[in-house]
């Protein structure tokens, strides 16, 4: 990779890294490019990215942004899962290292807030934004779908005592 390749590649995830809102650092030691193929899948289906990195132009890329505490994490063989959901691209990577043991999550960053691993674990068994927008359409919709039977069970009522009469009457 020459110069301008590598400059191109670090102002490429330093925009990336701009938008997101959380970022995960695994270590991927003798994972097959097969495990790889499927972990990118699933973080992708999940709404992150997934991208094995140079330890230096991860760190260049870092600078300037919000998540420069983590340079440190960056020694090994490290990858890294960003999302703009602050629980998308931890979930994603924990249920893949609870599968795999060559996946191993070394930390992150929620914003400017350090992560450990088990910080990132934590983080990944929370609710995702979309779940928890789910929840909360579910509990404000209840209490309606209650009313509105409260206020159909008289009509029914009456409708059930008619037709009670009908077949009364059809049958006399």
């Known amino acids: 990779m020459d110069r301008t390749q590598k400059e191109a590649t670090i102002a490429d995830l330093n925009s990336k890294l701009q938008d997101a809102g959380l970022v995960v650092v695994t270590?991927?030691?003798?994972?097959?490019?097969?495990e790889v193929t499927n972990l990118r899948g699933k973080v992708r289906a999940a709404g992150a990215s997934f991208k094995v990195t140079?330890?230096?132009?991860?760190?260049?890329?870092?600078?300037?942004?919000?998540f420069e505490g983590i340079d440190g994490l960056?020694?090994?063989?490290?990858?890294?899962?960003?999302?703009?959901d602050p629980v998308a691209a931890a979930k994603a990577v924990a249920d893949?290292?609870?599968?795999?043991?060559?996946?191993?999550?070394?930390?992150?960053s929620l914003g400017s807030q350090v992560l450990d691993a088990e910080g990132v674990k934590a983080?990944?068994?929370?609710?995702?934004?979309?779940?928890?927008?789910?929840?909360l359409v579910g509990m404000i919709q209840t209490p309606a779908t209650r009313i509105a039977g409260v206020l159909q069970a008289p009509g029914g009522q009456v409708a059930r005592v008619l037709a009670a009469y009908a077949k009364k009457d059809e049958a006399a």
């Open 54 to 66: 140079k330890n230096r132009l991860a760190r260049r890329a870092l600078k300037g942004t919000q």
């Open 74 to 84: 960056f020694k090994g063989p490290t990858a890294i899962s960003y999302s703009k």
């Open 96 to 108: 893949f290292a609870k599968t795999n043991d060559k996946l191993v999550i070394i930390g992150g």
């Open 27 to 34: 270590h991927h030691l003798g994972l097959t490019v097969a």
């Open 123 to 135: 983080l990944a068994s929370l609710p995702s934004l979309d779940e928890l927008r789910a929840k």
